[in-house]
């Protein structure tokens, strides 16, 4: 059984369809990266099982199960017992996650007390491991600082110890490396990976950053416009994507030797004004009559799915090809 199992969840926001009919599994010890341009429901599917929903948000249809047991419809005094505690979050800025009142020690302190039910001093001691094992300097002292008193890549850190202090079953890390440097952004990524190798949780990590996607992930779902368009092993899907918004996002990254840079024309459609058929229709050189009718994610190949009614001739393109020159013929 996946430790996190989602199928066919709608999510509206003040009656617009926000998310439709997203469906993914997450196996113990398995990360998937879900890739997109802004808006295209990334965080809110994270939002959606951390059952953190905007006002006026609303599942409207679907399952979000973690090992078996249904979280959609818990009241929020249920959901208290699964939020932090076998579902924790990594937000994207860190300085606006943390308390700037209290010192970073007494935020995991009470995040051990609460979901661990540690002793305050067990707990004290607990927090300054922690801090040690994700490569704070000092963590006795360290833990004492208020987070303004710390650079932007300890209070990622900080953050990290605190996710993982309960232990979860399922961790879910939003732009953990957003406002990093290069530098910074890898030593993360590779504290991520090297905790959740040691404590085999499921992670969902959401990017905008495909080098940081690669780099984690063991399958990759693209979202577009609401839905997954594409989803797979990470090394197909990143190499050879078979649904055309997968190549245009693949295009559009930095190349060595190249000055110019692809871009996908147009603009992301509106959620509430949808196109007729296949939602990148508009903008995509692939366009046909067929994609007049939306499709449906099926079968390319046999571990991968994508939706787009030219698949599978998409994916056996040449891998790098530019695909405003590529064609279906």
């Known amino acids: 059984m996946a430790t996190l199992e989602v199928r066919d969840l709608h999510l509206s926001i003040g009656g617009v369809p926000i998310l439709r009919g997203v469906s993914f599994d ?18 809110m599917t994270a939002f959606s099982v951390m059952g953190m929903l905007p006002n006026k948000g609303k599942i409207t249809q679907g399952s979000i199960k973690l090992e078996g047991r249904e979280l959609v419809g818990l009241s929020d005094k249920q ?45 004290w001691k607990e927090a300054v491991k922690l801090l040690d094992h994700v490569g704070i300097p000092a963590p006795e002292s360290s833990a004492r600082k208020f987070p303004h008193q710390m650079s932007g890549g300890q209070r990622q850190r900080v953050v ?7 232990r ?44 940081a996607i690669a ?3 063991h399958r990759v779902a693209v979202f577009y416009a609401g839905r997954i ?25 930095p190349r060595p030797g190249r000055t110019d840079l692809e871009t996908i024309s147009g603009q992301p459609p509106m959620l509430g004004n949808l196109p007729k058929g296949c939602s990148f229709g508009p ?14 994610l099926k ?4 571990d991968r799915l994508a939706a787009c009614w030219h698949g599978e001739k998409v994916a056996a393109l040449e891998e790098g090809a530019l695909i405003r020159s590529a064609t279906l013929s």
């Open 26 to 43: 997450l196996e113990p010890g398995q990360t998937l990266g879900i890739v997109g341009e802004s808006g295209c429901g990334k965080s």
């Open 79 to 123: 959901y208290s017992q699964v939020r932090g505690r076998e579902v924790a979050l990594i937000m994207q800025d860190p300085f606006t996650s943390l308390n700037p009142m209290m010192r970073v020690g007494a935020q995991i302190v009470e995040s051990l007390k609460l979901h661990r039910g540690l002793s305050g001093q067990e707990a």
């Open 160 to 166: 990290i110890a605190m996710a993982f202090s309960s």
């Open 168 to 211: 979860p079953k399922v961790l879910i890390a939003d732009e953990p490396t957003t406002a990093l440097d290069v530098t910074l952004q890898a030593q993360i990524l590779r504290l991520l990976k090297q905790l959740q190798e040691e404590h085999g949780c499921a992670v969902m990590m959401i990017s905008h950053d495909i080098g």
């Open 215 to 217: 780099a984690v992930s």
């Open 229 to 253: 368009v594409e989803v797979g092993p990470a090394e197909k899907v990143l190499r050879h994507g078979a649904m055309p918004y997968t190549r245009a996002l693949l295009n559009a990254l």
């Open 283 to 296: 903008r995509c050189p692939f366009k046909t009559e067929a994609c007049d009718v939306e499709p449906e």
């Open 299 to 302: 079968l390319v190949g046999p």
